[in-house]
């Protein structure tokens, strides 16, 4: 795949990537501004391999110099649809370029793809308005604040009411460990995210994520008397954490257990990782997890989903939020764990 645009220094070209440009690729991500930790390359390999998703990953490049990478997977669903994403099981993603020409480019070469696929829609999930003239989905905000190593400005950040949930939580016998494996974390989150009414993702997918990542994917595990209670999946890149997968047992919630994690995890980052940003994630406005980021003190920062329409008419609408999948979500809630974590999977990959 190949286009260019004129231009005194030379002409832009979209390649593939390949195996061997995965270093560079990976250089240019970790130096871009626009790039996120969904940009990185190995996500290629975590859609394949826990997946079985087909994927896109196009650069661009003047002079063998990238300015711009584009992150794409094809989800195809007899129940979900048809649809082209940056990214899949990502909450950001989209096109991440240091030239207006490069982002032109990427941005034309995935409209292309995606008519050339004959898919329902081609979604660009970013943090910030980039193309103005195409639908866009405003469901969703993300909550992002900066941290200090010095963990009493950090606690004096937050709001007086949860400041004196977590100094409680931190008087109690809970303690917090870097666990080196997903076990623990496992049965942590596929009990969480059943009580929720939501598919559970496979074991495969967060030993991939793990092995892709190495110490850029890290747990934490929150432990009562010996036994775990909570855990959190975490992302590193560059000075950010990003707490992405979590969960606890029903005793967290007596506990504040989960309190206890996200802000052990928070002085964790801040004085023995660097971070200098926490990265609370995505939530859909008005529902508890939106809540309960914003008693910590972060504030709502809306994401721009946006989308070329191919087949579809109108915004495909896969959320929990859509009332028709409101029995599904009930039902589910009612099975037992280890029957949602069978079947989950089959699900819950082309959820995206």
């Not at 061997?20 to 996500?43: E, I, K, N, Q």
């Not at 794409?72 to 030239?99: D, E, K, M, Q, W």
């Not at 992405?244 to 007596?254: I, K, L, M, N």
Request: hydrophobic fraction near 40%; charge should be positive; include cysteine.
């Amino acid at each position: 795949m190949k286009t260019s645009n004129n231009h005194t220094t030379g002409h832009i070209e979209i390649c593939r990537l390949e195996p061997h440009d995965a270093a560079r690729w990976d250089a240019f991500v970790h130096t871009c501004p626009d790039a996120t930790f969904f940009h990185l390359s190995g996500w290629k390999m975590v859609l394949e391999q826990a997946f079985g998703h087909a994927t896109h990953f196009l650069f661009a490049q003047r002079n063998g110099a990238i300015e711009g990478v584009l992150p794409l997977g094809h989800i195809r669903s007899l129940l979900f649809g048809n649809t082209l994403i940056s990214s899949p099981f990502c909450v950001y993603g989209g096109v991440a370029a240091t030239t207006a020409d490069a982002r032109s480019a990427l941005t034309q070469a995935g409209v292309d793809l995606a008519e050339q696929l004959r898919v329902d829609s081609l979604e660009f999930r970013y943090r910030l308005p980039q193309n103005q003239d195409w639908p866009r989905k405003d469901l969703y905000v993300t909550f992002r604040k900066d941290i200090d190593a010095d963990p009493d400005k950090n606690l004096a950040a937050i709001p007086r009411k949860q400041r004196a949930v977590i100094r409680k939580a931190m008087d109690s016998a809970l303690t917090s460990v870097i666990d080196p494996d997903i076990d623990r974390f496992f049965a942590a989150y596929s009990a969480s995210v059943r009580n929720l009414g939501t598919p559970v993702f496979a074991r495969k997918y967060f030993r991939i994520l793990k092995d892709v990542f190495g110490e850029a994917c890290e747990v934490l595990t929150v432990e009562f008397e010996g036994r775990p209670i909570a855990s959190v999946m975490s992302f590193y890149f560059r000075d950010e954490v990003l707490p992405y997968y979590g969960g606890g047992a029903s005793e967290a919630r007596t506990l504040k257990g989960n309190d206890f994690m996200y802000w052990q995890l928070m002085c964790h980052a801040a004085a023995e990782r660097g971070c200098k940003i926490f990265d609370y994630g995505r939530s859909k406005q008005g529902t508890g997890s939106y809540d309960f980021k914003r008693h910590w003190g972060f504030e709502p920062q809306a994401l721009h989903y946006e989308f070329h329409l191919v087949k579809a008419r109108e915004i495909p609408e896969v959320n929990p939020l859509n009332p028709k999948y409101r029995y599904f979500i009930q039902a589910w809630q009612r099975l037992p764990l280890s029957v949602s974590q069978w079947i989950g999977p089959l699900i819950s990959k082309n959820l995206g």
